[in-house]
């Protein structure tokens, strides 16, 4: 299966800042990965797919981009309520899809 | 509009098998191209991506539990059916059903999920 590393496992910051969260795949999966978000007691959001295609109805102070291996998700201007649990996801040929381990964005 | 939302008991024993129902509505999934797959999420870990299921009954599940799962569909009652054998405690999880869209014909995300059932294994 393909391994998603991402960091980092969290993330203290304040509103208005910019926050920047990687996802690096062990193989080569083009631009199949998408980013979700989650918040207790709600259902999960995705915000982008194919590395860097923003969701619709996602604000666009998210964007996401690809280097090779290596996968990030920017928030331009953090939010009261972008604070949350973020995590990448690889959807590259046939499953499984596998996830990245999850970053947990707290306020500072 | 587009919904899912899943059911099942909230408590299992070790050893059992469990039964989780996903129950939808805006989309059929005798459509081409769609899909609806099952996700878990243990308390304070990662998500775990766990099966899917397309609409011409293709079924695809995860390595590890791959001998544990069956997936199915109802297309008549807009249902997808998940069950888990031999469960243990470490099963102890929020499990997700979302449906799948393919953006392009080749980009395939989860785009709409329920907001999951906890589900306990404890004797």
Same mark, same amino acid.
């Given at each position: 299966?393909?391994?998603?590393?991402?960091?980092?496992s969290?993330?203290?910051?304040?509103?208005?800042?910019r926050?920047?969260?990687?996802?690096?795949?062990?193989?080569?999966?083009?631009?199949?990965?998408?980013?979700?978000?989650?918040?207790?007691?709600?259902?999960?959001?995705?915000?982008?797919?194919a590395?860097?295609?923003?969701?619709?109805?996602?604000?666009s102070?998210?964007s996401?981009?690809?280097?090779?291996?290596?996968?990030?998700?920017?928030?331009?201007?953090?939010?009261?309520?972008?604070?949350?649990?973020?995590?990448?996801?690889?959807?590259?040929?046939?499953?499984?899809?596998t996830?990245?381990?999850?970053?947990?964005?707290?306020?500072? | 509009?587009?919904?899912?939302?899943?059911? =099942?008991? $909230? &408590?299992?024993?070790?050893?059992?098998?469990?039964?989780?129902?996903?129950?939808f509505?805006?989309? #059929? %999934?005798?459509t081409?191209?769609m899909?609806?797959?099952?996700?878990?999420?243990?308390? =304070?870990? $990662? &998500?775990?991506?766990?099966?899917?299921?397309?609409w011409?009954?293709?079924?695809?599940?995860?390595? #590890? %539990?791959?001998?544990?799962?069956?997936?199915?569909?109802?297309?008549?009652?807009?249902?997808?059916?998940?069950?888990?054998?031999?469960?243990?405690?470490?099963?102890?999880a929020?499990?997700?059903?979302?449906?799948?869209?393919?953006?392009?014909?080749?980009?395939?995300?989860?785009?709409?999920?329920?907001?999951?059932?906890?589900?306990?294994?404890?004797?």
């Amino acid at each position: 299966d393909i391994q998603m590393t991402q960091s980092p496992s969290s993330l203290s910051a304040s509103v208005g800042d910019r926050v920047t969260i990687t996802c690096r795949a062990s193989q080569s999966i083009g631009s199949y990965l998408n980013w979700y978000q989650l918040k207790p007691g709600k259902a999960p959001k995705l915000l982008i797919y194919a590395a860097s295609s923003l969701q619709s109805g996602v604000p666009s102070r998210f964007s996401g981009s690809a280097s090779g291996t290596d996968f990030t998700l920017t928030i331009s201007s953090l939010q009261p309520e972008d604070f949350a649990t973020y995590f990448c996801q690889q959807t590259y040929n046939s499953p499984p899809y596998t996830f990245g381990q999850g970053t947990t964005l707290e306020i500072k | 509009q587009v919904t899912l939302r899943e059911s =099942g008991p $909230a &408590l299992v024993k070790p050893t059992q098998t469990l039964t989780l129902t996903c129950t939808f509505s805006g989309f #059929s %999934l005798s459509t081409s191209g769609m899909c609806v797959g099952w996700i878990r999420q243990p308390p =304070g870990k $990662a &998500l775990e991506w766990l099966a899917r299921i397309d609409w011409d009954d293709d079924k695809y599940y995860s390595t #590890s %539990l791959k001998t544990r799962l069956t997936i199915s569909k109802d297309t008549s009652k807009n249902q997808v059916v998940l069950t888990m054998t031999k469960m243990d405690p470490v099963d102890t999880a929020t499990y997700y059903c979302a449906r799948m869209t393919w953006f392009g014909e080749l980009f395939a995300a989860f785009d709409i999920w329920g907001q999951g059932t906890m589900v306990t294994v404890s004797s």
